[in-house]
């Protein structure tokens, strides 16, 4: 007959099953009221979490925008900064120019003084004289060279000056960049977000970066560099200034002195045109003085000779009278007549004589002092010609150099114009 087979193994009882049961539904429970905790402790750990991260994140946006403010700010500031340098290096560079144009010009004004007084060193005789016009001439030549000291120090300053901007901007350029480079890095954190492809974790990036600087020390240096460059636009500013007034002091300064050495000049022109006015007078009234000597003297001769004609007659008589014979050689009136006529005509022919001798004594003097007026008259039309010449010459100054044509040919020493009535009687004299 067949048997019921038995499952082998540990038989529980109905109130072991029963006990089992209720320990599983109160460990369900325990487990199910850990699971509330723990999910109400994790919803309120999202929502201040996210709320955390929320606000840290604007608070982070706040900042950003903050920073990108002030960089900004200085940027803008820095931007002005530049702008101003570079007007004030512009307006410096024109003063400089204006200067070395101003420094040049008196290489014109030089030549011209150092021209005037060669030209004047070709006077002759009593006409090398140390009169004002030298004397003006050399005060104005170290005017000229006082002045372009002058000029050239300040030449040199605006170069200094322009190398002490350009330093400044370059300063101002680098830390410009910086805050370009600082507002573009900025603005690209403040764009980022949780959505953005190119974020990710990056290894230590609370790090201090080697270098950093503090935000006191970071707007100092900014500032510094503001004020640097202030500074040296003030300087440039007052620099500007001064060369002006140096230009301009130098330009009057010169000017006066033109004037001086040109009154001068005219001065000297008029004193030497009298003199050869006079020299003039004095030839003609020579010229006349020696045509009326000669008269006398031909007078003079022509007498003495009629004297000498007398004085044959007179001692051709009494010669002749001495032959008379026996008692009619007798001293009579005619005798004693004849005798007085030879006596006087003899003295008259010694008076005639002498005063012959002093009539040519006085040509011959006459002669002399014609040919030292002639002689001083030829120094005086060479004087005038020079003179003349440096006066033609200093036309250069007022005269812009595409319009000035001389008048003289230096190196000739001719006229290139039309000779006044005057000057043809200078240069017939000369």
């Known amino acids: 007959m067949a048997t019921l087979s038995v499952k082998p193994g540990q038989r529980f009882s109905v109130p072991d099953w029963h006990t089992n049961s209720r320990f599983i539904s109160a460990d369900a429970e325990r487990q199910r009221s850990a699971s509330h905790q723990v999910r109400?402790?994790?919803?309120?750990?999202?929502?201040?979490?996210?709320?955390?991260?929320?606000?840290?994140?604007?608070d982070t946006r706040t900042r950003l925008s903050e920073r990108i403010s002030s960089v900004n700010r200085w940027k803008e500031t820095l931007d002005k900064c530049?702008?101003?340098?570079?007007?004030?290096?512009?307006?410096?560079?024109?003063?400089?120019?204006?200067a070395?144009?101003?420094?040049?010009?008196?290489?014109?004004?030089?030549?011209?003084?150092?021209?005037?007084?060669?030209?004047?060193?070709?006077?002759?005789?009593?006409?090398?004289?140390?009169?004002?016009?030298?004397?003006?001439?050399?005060?104005?030549?170290?005017?000229?060279?006082?002045?372009k000291r002058d000029?050239?120090?300040?030449?040199?300053?605006?170069?200094?000056?322009?190398?002490?901007?350009?330093?400044?901007?370059?300063?101002?350029?680098l830390d410009h960049r910086c805050k370009t480079e600082t507002l573009e890095i900025d603005r690209g954190c403040l764009s980022l977000d949780v959505n953005c492809p190119n974020i990710s974790f990056k290894v230590n990036p609370t790090r201090i970066p080697v270098g950093s600087t503090t935000l006191d020390e970071w707007e100092q240096n900014s500032r510094s560099?503001?004020?640097?460059?202030?500074?040296?636009?003030?300087?440039?500013?007052?620099?500007?200034?001064a060369t002006m007034l140096t230009i301009a002091q130098t330009n009057n300064e010169l000017e006066a002195q033109r004037v001086a050495t040109e009154f001068a000049l005219r001065k000297r022109i008029r004193d030497m045109e009298r003199a050869y006015d006079e020299l003039q007078w004095q030839e003609q009234n020579t010229l006349e003085e020696i045509a009326e000597v000669e008269e006398d003297i031909r007078c003079l001769e022509e007498d003495l000779r009629r004297k000498m004609q007398d004085l044959k007659v007179a001692h051709t008589r009494l010669e002749t009278r001495t032959y008379r014979p026996g008692m009619d050689l007798c001293r009579d009136q005619v005798q004693y007549g004849l005798t007085d006529e030879v006596h006087q005509l003899e003295g008259s022919i010694r008076a005639l004589r002498l005063k012959l001798a002093e009539a040519q004594d006085a040509w011959n003097a006459l002669h002399r002092q014609l040919h030292r007026i002639q002689t001083d008259i030829g120094y005086k039309v060479n004087s005038l010609s020079l003179d003349k010449k440096c006066m033609d010459c200093r036309r250069k100054l007022l005269v812009p150099a595409e319009k000035y044509?001389?008048?003289?040919?230096?190196?000739?020493?001719?006229?290139?114009?039309?000779?006044?009535?005057?000057?043809?009687?200078?240069?017939?004299?000369a």
């Open 40 to 58: 109400q402790e994790a919803r309120a750990l999202r929502n201040e979490t996210n709320n955390q991260a929320k606000w840290d994140e604007h």
């Open 82 to 98: 530049i702008a101003d340098v570079d007007a004030e290096m512009e307006a410096l560079g024109k003063v400089k120019e204006e």
């Open 405 to 429: 044509t001389p008048e003289f040919d230096t190196f000739n020493r001719t006229t290139n114009r039309a000779p006044s009535p005057r000057e043809k009687g200078q240069a017939e004299l």
């Open 225 to 241: 560099n503001k004020e640097h460059a202030e500074a040296e636009m003030k300087a440039s500013t007052g620099l500007r200034e």
């Open 100 to 147: 070395e144009r101003a420094l040049q010009a008196k290489n014109l004004a030089l030549d011209v003084s150092i021209e005037c007084l060669t030209l004047r060193e070709s006077r002759r005789a009593i006409d090398v004289v140390q009169d004002p016009v030298e004397e003006e001439l050399h005060k104005e030549v170290k005017v000229i060279e006082k002045a």
């Open 151 to 173: 000029l050239q120090h300040k030449v040199h300053e605006a170069f200094d000056q322009l190398c002490h901007l350009q330093e400044a901007r370059q300063q101002l350029s």
